[in-house]
């Protein structure tokens, strides 16, 4: 199985890497828009580098009841942006994200209040979360999606707390991280643009189990253009030998964003035999921070770090581009070596391993030492 990566991961390797990044703080609450941060007492402040700083705070991984507590007062739909619900009091405010359902959670973000009806207005399927219906009388509970705040002043070496332009929707203390020079929603779009790079790309092989008289067979998901196909071949299923060999004549079928494989000329087989489908596969964007992919690390964590320093230079000019242009040469090194070691010879390679090797005798006299 291949190995995954969450989105999180992914931007704390290339933060880290790029030395943006200070992360497991201790944040303490003083008020809803200071924290202390014990970790910050022996740090030199590095002015460039703190410049556009964010607090990270990642989701807590626990529910909380608002006080008072509310419950959701009718059944609603995955369309319907208007709740009302049932409350001794007012617990809500606007940003708060609140949380509805039996067990799979969905996540909104209040963004209009009525405390005379008692109606919210809601953005649904906030944090990753897909909108769905919900029945009456849930508890309305209170949990944090990853949230992060621009950092206006670090008090250190007076004090070791940073001030907030905005407060947490909850005042709680929480193991954070700080972001410089670029927030993480900044971060995140550069790694989806790196996941979005025809160069991030892997090969496959796809096995599909030949049916007699049968000449179109459903291609997987992923395959969603013919130039990705680079070889079809088949082999006996019922036998030790590995053997593969070209498969008969074939093309693909574009449709409706699905692909279909349709062999032109299909020759009678006895039995057991399965075709493999060689292709590039490409990679979806993430849009949450526990969202995975299988891009392997190698590969995604450099090409999005050379995507982060575009946009770096892009807001912060000519002392950014000095200060990282050897570590941007560094990793796109990085990524054409591993395409070059891993990738290129994966596309070329022939997966008929029945055609003998021709190795010559002699160097060729174009040779050189």
């Known amino acids: 199985m291949a190995e995954t990566l969450t989105l999180q991961e992914i931007r704390d390797a290339i933060m880290g890497d790029a030395g943006l990044i200070i992360d497991s703080l201790a944040c303490v609450t003083v008020d809803s828009d200071t924290y202390t941060i014990n970790q910050l007492v022996d740090r030199t402040p590095d002015p460039f580098r703190m410049r556009d700083s964010y607090l990270y705070k990642p989701d807590s991984g626990t529910l909380e009841s608002f006080s008072p507590t509310a419950t959701l007062t009718s059944d609603i739909?995955?369309?319907?942006?208007?709740?009302?619900?049932?409350?001794?009091?007012?617990?809500?405010?606007?940003?708060?994200?609140?949380?509805?359902?039996?067990?799979?959670?969905?996540?909104?973000?209040?963004?209009?209040i009525n405390t005379t009806t008692n109606f919210l207005t809601v953005e649904r399927g906030v944090g990753g979360t897909t909108a769905t219906t919900h029945s009456s009388a849930p508890?309305?509970?209170?949990?944090?999606?990853?949230?992060?705040?621009?950092?206006?002043?670090?008090?250190?070496?007076?004090?070791?707390?940073?001030?907030l332009a905005r407060g947490f929707t909850f005042d709680e203390d929480f193991v954070g991280q700080i972001y410089f020079l670029i927030s993480p929603d900044d971060i995140n779009i550069s790694i989806n643009s790196a996941l979005g790079n025809p160069q991030v790309r892997t090969i496959e092989r796809t096995t599909i189990t030949f049916v007699n008289n049968t000449n179109e067979y459903a291609l997987p998901v992923g395959l969603h253009s013919k130039t990705q196909i680079l070889g079809v071949y088949y082999r006996d299923a019922s036998s030790n030998d590995v053997i593969e060999n070209s498969a008969p004549a074939w093309k693909i079928i574009e449709d409706d964003n699905a692909l279909t494989l349709h062999f032109i000329a299909l020759p009678t087989f006895n039995s057991n035999v399965d075709f493999i489908v060689v292709w590039r596969k490409f990679f979806p964007p993430l849009a949450g921070d526990n969202e995975?992919?299988?891009?392997?690390?190698?590969?995604?964590?450099?090409?999005?770090?050379?995507?982060?320093?575009?946009?770096?230079?892009?807001?912060?000019?000519?002392?950014?581009?000095?200060?990282?242009?050897?570590?941007?040469?560094?990793?796109?090194?990085?990524v054409n070596e591993y395409i070059a070691a891993v990738i290129s010879p994966a596309e070329a390679r022939e997966y008929n391993i029945n055609e003998p090797i021709f190795v010559p005798d002699v160097l060729p006299k174009s040779y050189s030492w």
Request: with cysteine; glycine share 6%; aromatic share 10%.
């Open 139 to 163: 508890e309305i509970f209170k949990k944090m999606i990853p949230e992060f705040r621009r950092i206006t002043a670090f008090n250190y070496p007076a004090a070791n707390t940073v001030d």
């Open 292 to 334: 995975t992919t299988t891009c392997p690390k190698e590969l995604i964590v450099p090409k999005a770090e050379f995507e982060l320093f575009l946009k770096i230079f892009k807001q912060h000019g000519t002392q950014a581009r000095q200060m990282f242009a050897q570590d941007m040469a560094l990793v796109e090194k990085k």
């Open 77 to 112: 739909s995955a369309s319907v942006v208007e709740l009302e619900y049932t409350s001794s009091g007012d617990p809500f405010t606007v940003g708060d994200i609140i949380n509805i359902g039996d067990g799979g959670f969905e996540k909104m973000r209040v963004i209009g």
